[in-house]
């Protein structure tokens, strides 16, 4: 084969072909550019595995030393031929561990390419385990002067980067706080406050919601609380930020059903999903700084500001259900509340079997949509914050849509079950919400998965990792929803079928080691949820149940004696006294 006749060290040679008295500056540049456009060919003819050998990959060094010394079109070439090498891990560790790229990183602003070969470089060497630390520390060293380089300039290009780069790179791939991250957060605001074009707008939202994201500790706090001088009409940029995203979520709605097939529908898709990312997180940032008032907070908003603030969002989140509640009868339902059973059916196109609903999306499903999911997650902890009834009244209308898209679990790309159960906390504070909730079946639902992670949290060969807490977290949330249908006014008496949670409760096992603080939170929380029920029940249903109070007291005594293995004392003191409030329920019920 040709490509192996070539020796790659008269590449290398040709590559940094000096000039010097034998060789003029024209002979020297056009070494060079034969070299370039070699490489260039056999790295498109080449297949793919001869793309991963040492023969090509290695030249990858020689090729970043070429850039000084090259013409404009020559540049193009190398960087053409750098990004199809580090397209492969073997080629993109190569390029990972030479040591200087300052030649690339100095004419990044003029050649977007750079940017690419840096993304495909960390992206496909964090594909290798034993990579990742070295991806890190690489991260760290190169986007400063990145930031450097794209001083002065709008920016756009390399924020885009970033924000498309960022939630596709390993977490473990990411420094911990680094103090690059101030000036990252400059460069994102002086874009912002530059009234930028449409791509500009993208590209500031995508970024914005990948730091809040990726920093969920210090981000908030530099976006949001660090105002540059002399905002627009002197309100501060958080202010000026969040209008803007509010005002891109409205005036996006009306058409979106309408562009549900176009080609460009997901890029449009990530960047509202975007910005109620950050809207959530600059809502959270907000209630805690309204908490901290007068403390420590050192972030405050005009008492007029905060008023407006707040009617713009509750007008946003309006349009969101309204939106929500038309995509998802577009993509299900038919039409509000129309039982699953009556819903449309499908019909065999050329183009393959869909529903029969003109307006909906031919290829993706509305519970793979990132909208959706950052739709539903801003909306729930705004009705959750705000106190503002006819939201949360609208908001019941959705019911159907939380409970399909919590079933869909397993299914779905997406996690849609935190952001309902959220949702459905605050929702149920409203007593038509619960009869709207028992209506879809909403309790037999919740149960279903909350009898699962019983099962999970109580089973020895579980290991005590992420995925168990997360499980446990959830089954506390799936508790708080069914006590706020206990306690709802229009609940009189739990019906028979609820009382399967008392069973299941009093069948819980008790795990022999010293199990992680948010079990034995979950457990204590199901042993509320069953003294709540049986405290509404009436006399001959807890008759009925009477031989589970031994089962329930013995529990308690069991979860009692784990507490006093635990490590941190004042958590064990908190876990106890709720024990001890469920051993007083349980002592009155007798």
Known sequence: MLWE????????????????EKVNKAESKDMVDLAVAVLHTFTILLPEESRKQKQLTGRTGPLVKAVVRSSDETTKLILQTLLTIVSQPE???????FQDIS????????????????????LNASTIPDEIQAVRTNVDKIIPPLVVAFNGTDAVTFISFLGDLLPKLDQEALPGNPKWLKSLTLLLQNLITSKPTAAGRAAYTKLAAALLQAYLATCPELLFKDDISSTVDSKPFSYLFVNLLLIDLRSSFPSLLAQLNNSDYASTSQRLAAAFDVLS????????????????????????????????????????IEYLRDRWDASVAGVSGLHPEARIGTAATSEGTRLTLTWE???????????????????AIWIREDENENLRNESAGLMDMFFELYKSGSQSTLDFKYPVLLALEAILGAEESVEIFLGQTGWEILFLDLKAIVQQTSDENTPSDASTSAEANRGLQVVRVLLAVIDSPTTSFPREDWMAVVTTTAAMKVLSGIPLPIILEFQIAMLQLSTA???????????????SYAALSGLVNQLKAQ???MIDEIEAAELRGLLEDVD????NLR
């Open 584 to 587: 007083l329920d349980l002592g």
């Open 5 to 20: 006749a070539l020796s790659p060290k008269f590449l290398d040679r040709l590559l940094r072909a000096p000039q010097s």
């Open 361 to 379: 999306s031919m290829k993706d499903n509305v519970n793979a949509d990132p909208l959706i999911l950052a739709g539903i997650r801003a909306l």
């Open 563 to 565: 507490t006093n293995d």
């Open 533 to 547: 029920l049986l405290s509404k029940a009436s006399g001959g249903m807890m008759k009925r149940y009477i031989t």
């Open 103 to 122: 030649s690339l990183i100095e004419i990044a602003s003029h050649y977007p390419l750079v940017l690419e070969v840096v993304k495909y470089t960390w």
């Open 281 to 320: 997180s600059f809502i959270g940032f907000l209630v805690r700084s309204l908490d901290d008032e007068g403390i420590s907070s050192g972030y405050s908003l005009a008492p007029d500001l905060l008023l407006k603030l707040r009617k713009d969002i509750a007008e946003t989140m309006s349009l969101t």
């Open 91 to 97: 080629g993109a560790v190569e390029l990972l561990h």
